[in-house]
């Protein structure tokens, strides 16, 4: 995940720097790497985080999450900016978020080293369904 996020942030901001859209080729690459890393990342962390059993439902969301409702706020977000406010800010903007988010995502990765995050697999007592509650009082 810090691997895509870097790599997005250095590519939004070198997309503000270039003279013209031939340099972009050069820097795009790292359009690749971002993609790959972050899809990657975000599919095992959304596996390891999910309820036992709930892995695909959980992996769904984040697909709608970010293919749905991402891709919506983005696009609609990131037009009124350009109209706005024009492409470089738009770009040094999410850029500037982004590496935000970055600063937050490591300061709880410190505060919770990953290795807490992951059960020991033959202590791994969760059920896969959730237990019906008994009354044996009546």
């Known amino acids: 995940i810090t691997l895509a996020t870097m ?3 250095i590519r939004v901001f070198i997309y503000t720097l270039v003279p013209s859209g031939w340099y972009v080729l050069l820097v795009e690459p790292l359009h690749g790497i971002t993609i790959a890393a972050m899809t990657l990342a975000s599919q095992e962390f959304i596996s390891e985080h999910s309820p036992r ?3 695909a439902s959980a992996q ?3 697909a709608a999450v970010r293919s749905g409702a991402g891709a919506f706020l983005g696009t609609y977000s990131g037009g009124y900016i ?3 406010l024009g492409e470089v800010f738009l770009y040094r903007f999410y850029g500037t978020l982004v590496f935000i988010g970055l600063i937050f995502y490591q300061y709880a990765i410190w505060l919770k080293p990953p290795e ?6 033959e202590d791994d007592s969760r ?3 959730p237990q019906p509650i008994v009354n044996d009082s009546t």
Not at 116 to 121: A, L, N, T, V
């Open 7 to 9: 790599c997005y942030v």
């Open 53 to 55: 059993g709930k892995e």
């Open 60 to 62: 769904g969301l984040l």
């Open 82 to 84: 350009i109209q706005y």
């Open 116 to 121: 807490q995050y992951h059960p020991d697999e």
């Open 127 to 129: 059920p896969i369904l």
